[in-house]
């Protein structure tokens, strides 16, 4: 038919749901956690770019059942934090007693329950079926567990009261989306999507008629800018939508061979499933699930991998659904802006009835003999970015090399934190955002690799030059003055060093040499220094050589007779012609 039963719930294995058992129980004080890390696949048909993110997910088991399976979930957040809504149905020998609401609070950092679950609805009618948004529940209250008649109740969650927003002899699958509420309402062959604004509430005024009962329309949901369901026309099923804002009804999917439903929508975006008609869903092995950009035009087949996909929900840039490749259902979620799809689910038994919301998934699952609720904490991590810092051309400080100072504090991470920085070289390995590292003489490859809060990392290397490029020192003297001992001039010593930090040894020359023999008057001395790198320093300095002898002086009376033939060198004077009485 066109609708769902109270008894029957979407895409549930039929198989899975007859060996559930159990009674719901239990606090948040004891409940476990898995935490996995899943390498993502890609959906070919989406043409996705390789991945450069991983998908990290923190699994929470939700309820605990005994004597009762747990079904229908649907994340939601209040003004407190998140939670996650369900419907509690009791096993019976004959089947399944009537369902009850309960809300669980969610921790905000992993999604793990908090608190004990709030009973929202206390007894007295089939109450199933259910959704969340805000501070609102909403849920289909049967008058029994054998008849579709009965009531969409609102249920406020700060006030804890309750509203009745219809009442009619066939309604059901009551979904909401921030004060907008649908619902379907009719009997088979003839059900209409109704649409109410919490706003009116109290007014009298009726909720609005925008799909059917001709054709008959199902499986209604609600975004911020659409609602979405589809229509039954000559045995085919299409996806319609509404635009909460100018109110036009127009059609999304209408495959001319197959069934387009179960759509959902968020932003601009609705996906949907897409099936052939006529074949049984949990037997469909070609299905596949399509979305389409309502402001582009855009149309993406999301998974078609030849195995059975169902029942995507949306919400902002994440697809979620149910596919079996590997033989049991398992939910993937799809990230609409890189096209990249990924697991988030392994475990062997089939997990169903997903539902997205933010960064949360619900969904059910067998695995402990019951049906029970589950909740995956979803956390895209993208790699840091390892950032070495720039090459460096070092000054040698001695013959050892030189220290350096590695600096890796230019990395980040765009979606957390670096947790580790690990540097690697000649000198082994050291870690730290900055390092300093004595290196020789050379040229050096330093590889810097980080790793972030989700265990994702990245590697740089920065090259790094120790040389010496600086001239050796030279100590020069200064003016040196000296006295001649002969014509020649004079020995002059001297003490000239020469000194290199980095590269021993140090070659000195000088001309003239220390304790060479220097005529009289001023004489430069020029030195050169080299290293053991080929660096040269100059430098120079004087030596004075005073002529500082005093001439032999003869004297003679005024009785000499003297006939003088003077010649004066030097400082000898040459006497001749001298005569005596």
Request: a negative charge.
């Amino acid at each position: 038919g066109d609708f769902l039963a109270p008894a029957v719930f979407p895409y549930a294995d039929s198989t899975n749901l007859l060996q559930v058992s159990g009674a719901f129980s239990g606090g948040a004080d004891s409940f476990p956690t898995n935490v996995n890390i899943f390498v993502p696949f890609m959906s070919i048909e989406a043409q996705p770019m390789p991945h450069a993110v991983t998908l990290q997910t923190t699994e929470h088991q939700i309820t605990f059942s005994t004597t009762t399976f747990d079904t229908t979930p649907s994340i939601g957040r209040d003004s407190i934090g998140p939670y996650v809504v369900y419907t509690s149905r009791t096993v019976l020998p004959t089947g399944y007693g009537p369902g009850s609401i309960y809300y669980q609070r969610l921790s905000e950092s992993d999604g793990a329950p908090s608190g004990d679950p709030v009973q929202v609805s206390t007894g007295g009618t089939d109450d199933q079926l259910n959704d969340a948004y805000g501070k609102y529940i909403v849920y289909t209250a049967y008058d029994s567990t054998t008849v579709l008649a009965g009531r969409v109740i609102l249920h406020n969650i700060d006030s804890g009261g309750a509203a009745v927003l219809a009442g009619a002899s066939a309604l059901r699958e009551a979904r909401i989306y921030g004060n907008n509420v649908v619902w379907v309402q009719g009997t088979t062959g003839a059900a209409m999507v109704m649409y109410f604004d919490i706003a009116q509430l109290g007014t009298g005024q009726p909720a609005k008629v925008i799909a059917g009962p001709k054709p008959s329309a199902t499986n209604p949901e609600i975004g911020d800018r659409f609602i979405v369901w589809d229509e039954i026309s000559n045995n085919q099923r299409d996806v319609y939508a509404y635009d909460l804002l100018t109110g036009a009804k127009f059609v999304v999917g209408n495959d001319p061979v197959n069934d387009e439903w179960l759509a959902s929508t968020s932003g601009p975006w609705i996906t949907w499933e897409t099936r052939m008609p006529g074949v049984a869903p949990l037997t469909a092995p070609n299905t596949r699930i399509e979305a389409k950009n309502m402001d582009t035009g855009e149309l993406r087949t999301i998974v078609d991998n030849g195995a059975a996909s169902y029942a995507p929900t949306i919400d902002g840039n994440l697809i979620t659904y149910e596919s079996r490749p590997a033989g049991n259902f398992d939910i993937y979620v799809y990230r609409i802006d890189t096209q990249e799809t990924y697991r988030v689910t392994t475990n062997p038994t089939d997990q169903r009835l997903n539902n997205i919301f933010s960064d949360l998934v619900a969904y059910v699952d067998a695995r402990t003999g019951n049906l029970d609720v589950y909740v995956s904490k979803l956390n895209f991590n993208s790699p840091p970015a390892a950032n070495a810092g720039p090459d460096q051309i070092v000054e040698a400080t001695s013959s050892a090399g030189a220290s350096v100072t590695l600096d890796g504090t230019g990395s980040t991470d765009p979606d957390g934190t670096i947790s580790s920085y690990y540097w690697s070289g000649t000198f082994g390995a050291i870690s730290g955002s900055t390092a300093l590292v004595a290196l020789p003489f050379g040229t050096h490859t330093i590889i810097l690799s980080v790793t972030d809060n989700g265990g994702l990392t990245a590697a740089d290397t920065v090259e790094i030059i120790v040389r010496d490029t600086l001239p050796p020192g030279i100590s020069l003297p200064g003016l040196i003055t000296a006295t001649a001992t002969g014509p020649a001039g004079a020995f002059v010593p001297y003490m000239v060093t020469a000194s290199d930090a980095a590269s021993n040894p140090t070659t000195l020359i000088c001309t003239p040499a220390s304790g060479a023999l220097f005529p009289i008057g001023t004489t430069a001395v020029n030195c050169s220094a080299s290293d053991g790198a080929g660096n040269t320093a100059t430098g120079s300095f004087n030596v004075a050589v005073l002529d500082d002898i005093v001439p032999d002086v003869f004297v003679f009376s005024e009785q000499t007779d003297v006939g003088l033939s003077t010649l004066v060198s030097s400082n000898t004077i040459t006497v001749s012609g001298i005569t005596t009485p």
